[in-house]
């Protein structure tokens, strides 16, 4: 069964910085397109930065400078370093991601999401 699993997030204080992982596995036969969403309370589901195979990144205007998203293909993992925090990051952290099966086909995944709240 092929899955998504975040880990990393929790509480930090406004000005502190988390680094959030995205494991894929199952029978995975390539990976595309991986990136972290959030969702604050509220409010709708947005990108927070996206990189594609060769390794070109996206990021929403209110993380540049702050966030970094990059990849390890050869542990199927995405990672997002976010430094600076504000209390406005304040969100469910969702990963997804591109999956390819063995006939070539790409599915798009969705992990189950990790709360990142910053607080003082």
């Known amino acids: 069964q092929v899955q998504l699993l975040e880990s990393g997030g929790g509480l930090v204080q406004p000005g502190g910085s988390l680094r959030l992982s995205c494991a894929a596995s199952?029978?995975?036969?390539?990976?595309?397109?991986m990136g972290w969403y959030r969702q604050a309370p509220g409010k709708q589901r947005e990108l927070v930065a996206r990189?594609?195979?060769?390794?070109?990144?996206t990021y929403a205007d209110a993380v540049k400078g702050r966030f970094i998203i990059s990849r390890d293909n050869a542990k199927k993992t995405v990672y997002l370093q976010m430094n600076s925090l504000k209390p406005q990051d304040t969100a469910v952290y969702s990963c997804?991601?591109?999956?390819?099966?063995?006939?070539?086909?790409?599915?798009?995944?969705w992990g189950q999401g990790t709360q990142v709240t910053l607080s003082s």
């Open positions: 199952g029978s995975i036969f390539g990976i595309g397109s």
């Open positions: 997804n991601a591109d999956l390819y099966n063995n006939y070539g086909t790409s599915m798009n995944y």
């Open positions: 990189i594609n195979a060769a390794g070109d990144t």
